[in-house]
């Protein structure tokens, strides 16, 4: 079983910056990919980020050169470092842990609880 428990949401302005965490326990090492989605209010879960164990790491085009995936495997931890946030940002994030890239992209693998991300204009 693999628990993925994800922290550092909230309420920020427009042009600000948000830093969120997912710390995973279980049996977590097992599962190359880590990454990040969000669903914003009507409408579909978006695939944000994913990082591979190797390090290996891409963005979705909405928040290229604006968002950043890393992992610190020594704690378990993935995060994602979110600056210029827009209000179109404004979403749940969602934490989830794959075998692989694959995989995660279809929704597959363990998902955290969320946690809201709320951009104000």
């Known amino acids: 079983q693999v628990q993925l428990v994800e922290s550092g949401g909230g309420l920020v302005q427009a042009g600000g910056s948000l830093t969120l965490s997912c710390v995973a326990s279980g049996m977590y090492y097992a599962l190359n990919t880590l990454g990040w989605y969000r669903q914003a209010p009507g409408k579909q879960r978006e695939l944000v980020a994913a990082?591979?164990?190797?390090?290996?790491?891409r963005e979705s085009d909405s928040v290229k050169g604006r968002f950043t995936i890393s992992r610190d495997n020594a704690k378990n931890t993935v995060y994602l470092q979110m600056n210029s946030l827009k209000p179109e940002d404004t979403a749940v994030y969602y934490c989830?842990?794959?075998?692989?890239?694959?995989?995660?992209?279809?929704?597959?693998?363990?998902w955290g609880q969320g946690t809201q991300v709320t951009v104000s204009s």
């Open positions: 989830n842990a794959a075998k692989n890239l694959g995989t995660m992209a279809t929704g597959g693998g363990y």
């Open positions: 990082i591979t164990s190797g390090g290996n790491s």
